[in-house]
């Protein structure tokens, strides 16, 4: 199974990425044909857009093993297979914990970016959620990109071009690959094909998570991921009174606030117990005292970095299920207008017929409009549960 195969429904994207990947060779080679700033398939920094879902990182980690990879991406190779697992040596991959990437994580980038490549053919430095680029961190990683080091690629990954996820700066070096929201049948044959999925639920899976590969992945193989999808759907026919709106915003956050723990709570543990044994904890022999002094400043840091974390995939768990409650009242307007349009939530019909026989559509819209306030409002840093509270109630009036 080669690199791009996992990169579904990007046919153009591939096409332009392997040709870069066969001019990277070819410099590598030190061919006639091309050189690091000449050859018209490869260059030195890259940005990949779409959608959420689309498989930014998916396709930035695919050209990171073709680049690596002396046949270009076949997906059997050692340095294929390091480079998917993320632990090639030349190939660092930026995920952001936390709510931003600092400038600091950023310059350290840039010094090893400046290092030759240890063993591998190219020395890779993949950010991850660009958008999430402090200004410092921007104008650190600018410096880098103006005048790039021969043997170094930077690959970063952003829902846009706009300015707010990319500087203009950093936009302007970099070739941007466009990717676009892949077709549920897409999802659905790489579920079947690459997970062992089966075909009837590796559809409805593809179908609703709205073209978002990863999502679809998690719905297709873990029940405790359909039941949270089932909780946030069955939210609108709990709203029977103010008081229902509080205790439906609470069990919506609370259902948000498991999913992240479940997420970050093995890792912080993991963290925290790697620190303190670093730091010298549980010792006995003479200097296990002096070791430990001075640990809780670092201890501090520590648990600071894991709350960012934990905020983070909090409002990513918060943002899933609102989408999810949109696509809701998207499906029930579409039902009441007669559109013939295929539905997101296939699974619950009768619940989608009911509410287009008693709502008018200009109520749905206002329903909708509501749901996109929450998530306005929640990027604008408002409190979660005061957005979701707020929601809630306007999602009864209509």
């Known amino acids: 199974m080669s ?15 392997s040709a870069a990947s066969q001019g990277a060779a070819e410099v590598v080679a030190g061919t006639p044909s091309g050189t690091a700033v ?16 689309s498989g930014r990182s998916v396709a930035a980690r695919a050209f990171a093993a073709a680049l690596q990879c002396s046949q270009g991406g076949c997906g059997a190779c050692p340095q294929c297979h390091q480079v998917r697992a993320g632990t090639h040596a030349d190939v660092r991959l930026v995920v952001p914990e936390g709510l931003s990437i600092p400038v600091k994580q950023m310059r350290e980038l840039v010094l090893r970016a400046a290092q030759s490549p240890s063993g591998g053919r190219w020395h890779v430095i993949l950010i991850e959620d660009a958008d999430r680029l402090t200004e410092g961190a921007s104008n650190a990683l600018l410096t880098a990109i103006e005048e790039p080091p021969a043997r170094s690629v930077f690959l970063l990954c952003a829902p ?11 936009r302007s070096r970099c ?13 659905a044959a790489l579920l079947v094909t690459r997970d062992g999925v089966d075909e009837a639920m590796a559809r409805w899976a593809a179908r609703a998570s709205q073209g978002h590969v990863g999502r679809a992945r998690r ?94 995939a909090q409002r990513d768990a918060l943002d899933r299920a609102l989408v999810d409650l949109a696509a809701f009242y998207r499906d029930v307007l579409a039902a009441r207008l007669g559109a013939q349009v ?34 306005a409002a929640i990027e604008l840093n408002v409190k979660p549960r005061i957005a979701v509270e707020a929601m809630a109630i306007a999602l009864r009036e209509g």
């Open 3 to 17: 690199v791009w195969d996992e990169v579904v429904g990007q046919p153009a994207a591939v096409q332009t990425l």
């Open 38 to 53: 000449s050859s018209s398939a490869m260059t030195h920094s890259w940005l990949f857009t779409g959608p959420p879902g």
């Open 160 to 170: 846009s071009t706009h300015p707010d996820d990319v500087a203009v700066t950093v």
């Open 175 to 187: 070739r941007v690959i466009s990717l676009r929201t892949p077709t549920a049948d897409a999802i």
């Open 219 to 312: 719905l297709a193989r873990d029940e405790e991921a359909r039941s949270r999808r089932q909780t946030v759907l069955s939210l609108p026919r709990s709203l029977t009174g103010l008081g229902a709106c509080f205790d439906a915003a609470e069990i919506l956050i609370q259902a948000v606030e498991d999913e992240a723990a479940a997420v970050t709570q093995p890792i912080d543990g993991s963290e925290t117990e790697a620190l303190k044994q670093a730091l010298g904890a549980g010792g006995t022999g003479k200097g296990a005292a002096g070791a430990t002094r001075g640990s809780a400043g670092q201890l501090k840091d520590l648990e600071k970095s894991q709350k960012s974390r934990r905020t983070r």
């Open 342 to 375: 295929p539905s997101v939530h296939a699974d619950i019909p009768d619940v989608v017929g009911r509410a287009a026989q008693v709502w008018t559509p200009e109520s749905v819209l206002r329903r909708l409009d509501s749901v996109l306030a929450c998530r």
